[in-house]
């Protein structure tokens, strides 16, 4: 234990008492409108006003994604500050827990290099583990091997889609590399992508993924038998006892949305535990931001039912 963990633990601690928490959440996503929702949001931690953006922007036709992206940036902003508390090492932690943002950013990338408009892009700051060079990029080609010359190693293709699915594989090797409870977090999260890819309503008939990455990743992580899994029940078969709570036999493939928020219950659960501990070490860094990126998904939810007139409880309980 050193200064700077016990720092980093105290102020870990603080940040997560800012949550807003489920049933202020499931009260946001009640709102007759975006316009009320954002008003209801405006006491708390995601009070949007104060990122620069105008309540207006709920009356703009990409209101709710705007919206949306200002309560990633909050979070993005907490984790940040959080990392300049932590001693030499945690910055390390902290690039690795905060890899959505990136994967985010080259997503709005791959958009841009497309024809589809500029990107709405998050400020990585130290949090950045390629960005300042993945953005220069003006090719897939120099995006991939830009990428792959540094911590995210080659996404294992060219196509948009092919990167997308290798940084989300190969994040999930970085968050493992944490220790538990983080490793099996990634795990399950790793299960539930390449079920997706595999099984996904969207990929019906497809057999199974080509990509190669992703493939390599999930026998790593899970066994050889996941990797090689038929169905979604040969899939729940294989995977390792510490996650096989994350799919079960008989899952459809059109449901495993559910199995996603499952996963997000599993790991708010265990970083509430994280958070109980006395320690002052990297545990309470971990799960508070677990407990963060919860908490923004649940209002990420809550205003997209907003959005679209509120009061469907039982639709936001499914889903945050």
């Not at 690795?96 to 500029?118: C, H, K, T, V």
């Amino acid at each position: 234990m050193t200064a700077g963990w016990v720092a980093g633990s105290v102020r870990a601690r603080m940040l997560a008492s800012r949550r807003i928490g489920a049933d202020e959440a499931r009260r946001v996503a009640a709102c007759g409108s975006l316009r009320d929702a954002i008003a209801m949001l405006d006491p708390t931690a995601y009070r949007v006003s104060a990122s620069g953006v105008a309540i207006d922007a709920a009356d703009l036709p990409d209101g709710l994604a705007l919206v949306q992206h200002v309560i990633g940036a909050s979070l993005l902003w907490d984790l940040r500050v959080l990392a300049g508390w932590l001693p030499q090492g945690g910055a390390a932690l902290m690039r690795a827990l905060a890899g959505w943002f990136e994967i985010a950013n080259i997503s709005e990338l791959l958009r841009e290099l497309d024809g589809r408009g500029p990107g709405d892009y998050y400020q990585l700051g130290s949090l950045g583990t390629s960005w300042s060079r993945a953005r220069q990029a003006s090719s897939l080609a120099e995006l991939r091997a830009t990428l792959a010359a540094s911590a995210w190693r080659d996404p294992g293709g060219e196509a948009a889609a092919d990167i997308e699915i290798g940084l989300r594989a190969r994040w999930a090797e970085r968050v493992a590399g944490l220790g538990e409870p983080a490793r099996s977090w990634a795990a399950a999260a790793l299960a539930l992508l390449f079920a997706g890819e595999r099984f996904g309503a969207s990929r019906a008939g497809a057999g199974g993924t080509g990509h190669a990455v992703l493939r390599s990743v999930v026998s790593s992580m899970l066994g050889a038998a996941a990797a090689s899994a038929e169905t979604i029940d040969g899939l729940a078969d294989a995977l390792p006892r510490r996650v096989s709570w994350v799919i079960a036999r008989g899952t459809p493939a059109a449901e495993l949305w559910r199995n996603e928020a499952l996963w997000w219950k599993r790991v708010e659960s265990d970083a509430h535990q994280l958070l109980a501990q006395s320690g002052f070490d990297s545990g309470p860094v971990i799960g508070t931001t677990a407990l963060l990126a919860a908490d923004a998904r649940r209002v990420r939810s809550a205003l997209a039912l907003a959005a679209r007139g509120g009061g469907f409880p039982e639709v936001f309980d499914a889903v945050a």
